[in-house]
């Protein structure tokens, strides 16, 4: 058998750190190691896999589609593009869709658009304002939008364009925002900031602060949209409707795709502004369809809003029975759990030693974010799993 992690080491840039797992074959919320071992997975590729992996809809929809179409150029007319874009305007908020390939592209797309928006309503405003914590993606602008000193020190000096400010703090966006900025951009809820909730009104706050001074809010929805946290999208439980949108990890199951969303009004690209080659492309466009179509028309987000309190009642009931549990916090199915020491990776080690995969957050918190087709018993068996592993963990 071959030794996959020496071969990693040996020709895999070193940017990842690495679960001593390889993950041969998935099913469901199930994965396989070499040696056959199952594990449940509560990382789903990063809160990607939405109808789990290898959802017969999404191998179907994909299959068909290869075998029709796999790429043709945005210069052409192509269907699962335009009928995925149907699909998101009238089960969303917003009118207007750009498809590309990944989250960051999502959010750095978004922030062009408001950048021309800036031009033509806002005097030439170009700033956007984050929050701290924030996360919106790996590329140079998105480190800076991203208020995570970790990510931005080793790429100084960083792109100008954004002032990150302190979350949850409306009075810092108040005092932030001047006559340069042109948008507002948060996530619902930060999710690798650490799965934090924002107060019950400070999104509507946020909102009201944008249409008072005319700069665009956007919400970055590519970790809490698709029905993560119980809704199709977050903003829905918030009371707010973004004026832009960025959607990716859940969309369409796992195969790569970014989207960005806006109403009319902040629908301002003009032809030839903004452009993608694989973005839109007819196979992934299909397994988004497939996705959302599924999740829409089998209430997976419902679902998911269930088995997210049954998880979240039984974090809490473990967070009873182990002083060293300091939180349990999340929405739907986004949770996480913090701890008074640092002891994230040996629990997430004890976990995976007992067939369950979970995140490690930060030192001292991990993270669940299981598929949204996961059932009862698979939620109870992973809380299971999850308190032995507990009762082992020296603190
Ligand atoms: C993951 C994530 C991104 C970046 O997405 P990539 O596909 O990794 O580029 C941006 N914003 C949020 C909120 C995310 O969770």
Same mark, same amino acid.
Request: glycine content about 6%; aromatic content about 12%; charged content about 20%.
């Given at each position: 058998?071959?030794? =996959?992690? @020496?071969?990693?080491?040996? *020709?895999?840039?070193?940017?990842?750190?690495?679960?001593?797992?390889?993950?041969?074959?998935?099913?469901?919320?199930?994965? =396989?190691? @070499?040696?056959?071992?199952? *594990?449940?997975?509560?990382?789903?590729?990063?809160?990607?896999?939405?109808?789990?992996?290898?959802?017969?809809?999404?191998?179907?929809?994909?299959?068909?589609?290869?075998?029709?179409?796999?790429?043709?150029?945005?210069?052409?007319?192509t269907i699962p593009q335009l009928k995925l874009a149907e699909l998101l305007c009238k089960n969303s908020c917003l009118d207007k869709v750009f498809l590309c390939n990944s989250g960051a592209e999502a959010t750095e797309g978004a922030v062009k658009l408001a950048r021309r928006y800036g031009h033509l309503h806002l005097g030439g405003a170009y700033e956007v304002i984050t929050a701290t914590g924030s996360f919106h993606g790996r590329t140079l602008a998105m480190v800076s939008a991203s208020g995570q000193p970790k990510f931005q020190q080793p790429y100084m000096p960083l792109p100008s364009g954004f002032a990150n400010v302190e979350y949850n703090n409306i009075g810092a966006i108040r005092t932030a925002i001047n006559s340069q900025t042109c948008a507002v951009m948060l996530e619902p809820v930060q999710g690798e900031g650490g799965v934090n909730l924002p107060d019950d009104n400070y999104l509507k706050a946020v909102q009201e602060l944008c249409r008072q001074t005319g700069v665009l809010f956007i919400l970055d929805e590519i970790q809490t949209g698709i029905g993560r946290t119980g809704n199709l999208f977050a903003y829905q439980q918030f009371g707010v409707e973004p004026d832009i949108m960025t959607l990716a990890k859940g969309l369409a199951s796992g195969i790569p795709i970014g989207a960005i969303l806006a109403k009319d009004r902040a629908s301002v690209f003009a032809t030839g502004e903004h452009g993608s080659t694989f973005g839109g492309n007819p196979v992934t466009c299909a397994a988004g369809y497939a996705t959302l179509k599924f999740i829409i028309d089998h209430d997976i987000a419902g679902n998911a809003g269930q088995m997210g309190k049954r998880l979240a009642a039984g974090l809490k009931s473990l967070k009873q029975r182990f002083r060293f549990v300091t939180d349990v916090r999340g929405l739907g199915l986004l949770q996480a759990m913090e701890f008074d020491s640092d002891i994230a990776q040996p629990l997430m080690l004890a976990c995976l030693d007992g067939g369950l995969l979970v995140n490690v957050l930060k030192d001292n918190a991990i993270r669940f974010m299981p598929p949204l087709i996961i059932s009862k018993e698979e939620v109870d068996r992973a809380l299971a799993i999850l308190e032995k592993a507990l009762s082992g963990i020296k603190n």
């Open positions: 058998m071959n030794d =996959w992690q @020496e071969m990693e080491h040996k *020709y895999y840039m070193p940017t990842h750190k690495r679960t001593p797992l390889t993950i041969v074959r998935g099913q469901g919320a199930r994965v =396989w190691d @070499e040696n056959n071992k199952e *594990y449940l997975d509560f990382v789903a590729g990063w809160a990607v896999n939405s109808l789990g992996h290898c959802h017969p809809a999404v191998v179907d929809a994909v299959t068909e589609q290869v075998k029709i179409l796999i790429q043709a150029s945005n210069s052409f007319y």
